[in-house]
């Protein structure tokens, strides 16, 4: 499920997001699903934020866990495993769960501004 014109932050997102949606994280849409089921329960949520908002934070932040567990080992050294390494940090984790959320039809945040009393 490709989605264009999308700006991702730079290539190592849209390469994340490629990844993701081919399955590389397990199955996109179920990521999806379990953020939105997820996002009443987050910190934004319950200050206020729309649900959207939300389960892009919650996604974002299962995929940092994902990418993590995937991560080099540190020691390993191998000039492949430093690139790699380097690589996973510029990966903006709230851009891709964004697109994530857009490529499933699940994005519709509230974009109106709150009243200030």
Partial sequence: MPIEFFGFTNPESQAV???VMRGGAGE???LVLDAIDGAPEDDAFTLGEDISTSAR???AER?????DEIA???SAGSIEDVLLEVAMAAVDAETVAEAMLRAHGMWNPN???PVIL
């Fill in 28 to 30: 996109s849409k179920q």
């Fill in 57 to 59: 934070g919650v996604l």
């Fill in 72 to 74: 080099p080992d540190e």
């Fill in 17 to 19: 997001f490629d990844w």
């Fill in 111 to 113: 974009l109106t501004i």
């Fill in 63 to 67: 995929l940092r866990e994902r990418l």
